[in-house]
């Protein structure tokens, strides 16, 4: 997919994600006056955003922390084996563990970063013992705990 800034898109379609980004329960109608557009092409021009991948879908923000999860810790995993076999593996494995909020490959010294959600410190522990060192061809973890979120875009 393009990147927003390298697209074909124009200033309306721009909006349109724009607002549809702040708030993705807007009424078609107030979208419409706020990009100045009638009610019809701005709903063309919202299928057509997402039947091209600029939308990906709409989804409610839920409060992790109303949950009982607030800890939240950021984990380096080196794996023993990096071909493509053990890297399909691991994601298979790192995508069925609902803790794991995010799993990003890394370029460094490690090779996967996972943000984590749990409970608590305890509850952190035991992910971790339990089921992440467990994750197929795990060598090396490393935690870093988040003290505070600062910029959390998903709130």
């Known amino acids: 997919m393009q990147s927003l800034a390298d697209s074909p898109l124009d200033q309306i379609d721009r909006r349109i994600i724009e607002e549809l980004a702040r708030d993705g329960r807007i009424s078609v109608a107030e979208l419409s006056r706020r990009v100045n557009l009638s009610k019809t092409p701005c709903q063309a021009r919202i299928r057509r955003l997402e039947e091209t991948g600029y939308i990906l879908g709409y989804r409610a923000v839920i409060d992790p922390k109303m949950l009982g999860l607030p800890h939240v ?15 399909d593996a691991f994601n298979r494995a790192v995508r ?19 943000k984590v959600r749990t409970r608590d410190i305890a509850g952190y522990r035991e992910l971790l013992g339990e089921k992440i060192s467990a ?4 060598a090396h973890t490393s935690t870093h705990v988040s003290m505070e979120a600062v910029k959390d875009d998903a709130e």
Do not use: C, G, N
């Not at 994750?135 to 795990?138: A, M, N, T």
């Open 73 to 87: 810790a950021f984990v380096e995993v080196r794996l023993s084996d990096t071909r493509k076999a053990a890297l």
């Open 96 to 114: 069925a563990l609902p803790e794991v909020e995010q799993a990003h490959m890394i370029a460094s010294s490690f090779d996967y970063l996972l």
């Open 135 to 138: 994750l197929p061809h795990v």
